[in-house]
């Protein structure tokens, strides 16, 4: 066996274990599928955000802890939106509704073009020839380099994108920063027929952005994380099957 083939065993035998792996994975796929044929998507039970496997605690940079100020024989409370009780959510546990609205529309045009042209040309007339040795009959050598480059690129792209999005969900407070900003995360599934439909929430809000009915807009949200997405027969559908994902992954060509 020659030296080329031994040394490409280790690449064939990692390309033999991962096709194998994506065949168990995507038989394991059939099979629940198949368990499910005629069946409606079940949905999920409601569970703690918190308590997920890889959920982790927001950490984010906090300012300098301030001291509380207070208002004696005042009646009024800082940030409160009503005169006897705060109707907004401000602690863990707590409830607000988010108003998602996604209006995204981006277009790009980029065009470049570059050229470039070279010539060298490099040469003795008369090194050891005539005038050196009147022996000779001809210059020796004659032409000692030549060399001509021409170099071209045109490259042109177009990006031109749309995205709406516009629903509402209910969103529940995680965790409270301790500058007061609180995290919340909202999941609504609904099933028509045999589709369900997905929207996750998450970010992060300040208490002043929520406004007096509890409820705080999308654009407010920091770092926020919206999905809208579903599973179903038609979503299974749209998906191309997994031998054609794992072809696309791993041919080069």
Not at 188 to 207: K, M, T
């Amino acid at each position: 066996m020659r030296d080329d083939t031994l040394s490409q065993l280790p690449r064939r035998t990692a390309t033999v274990v991962a096709l194998l792996a994506a065949t168990l994975a995507g038989g394991c796929s059939a099979i629940d599928r198949l368990s499910s044929v005629g069946e409606q998507p079940a949905l999920r039970a409601i569970e703690n955000p918190t308590a997920q496997p890889g959920y982790k605690p927001v950490q984010m940079p906090m300012p300098t802890p301030q001291p509380a100020v207070y208002n004696p024989n005042s009646l009024w409370r800082n940030g409160s939106r009503a005169f006897f009780k705060d109707q907004r959510a401000h602690q863990v546990g707590d409830i607000l509704t988010v108003t998602v609205k996604v209006t995204d529309k981006a277009k790009y045009e980029n065009e470049t073009s570059r050229s470039r042209s070279g010539n060298e040309n490099s040469g003795v007339t008369d090194f050891i020839g005539t005038k050196t040795f009147p022996t000779a009959k001809a210059p020796l050598p004659g032409r000692i380099l030549t060399a001509d480059s021409t170099g071209s690129s045109d490259g042109k792209g177009t990006i031109d994108r749309k995205e709406e999005l516009s629903t509402i969900v209910a969103a529940v407070v995680t965790q409270v920063l301790p500058n007061g900003n609180l995290v919340v995360e909202g999941r609504q599934e609904i099933r028509v027929n045999f589709e369900i439909r997905e929207l996750i929430v998450a970010g992060i809000v300040r208490p002043e952005d929520i406004q007096s009915d509890n409820t705080i807009d999308s654009t407010k949200i920091a770092e926020a994380r919206i999905a809208y997405g579903g599973r179903g027969q038609i979503t299974d559908v749209q998906q191309p099957r997994y031998g054609q994902q794992l072809l696309d992954v791993i041919l080069p060509f």
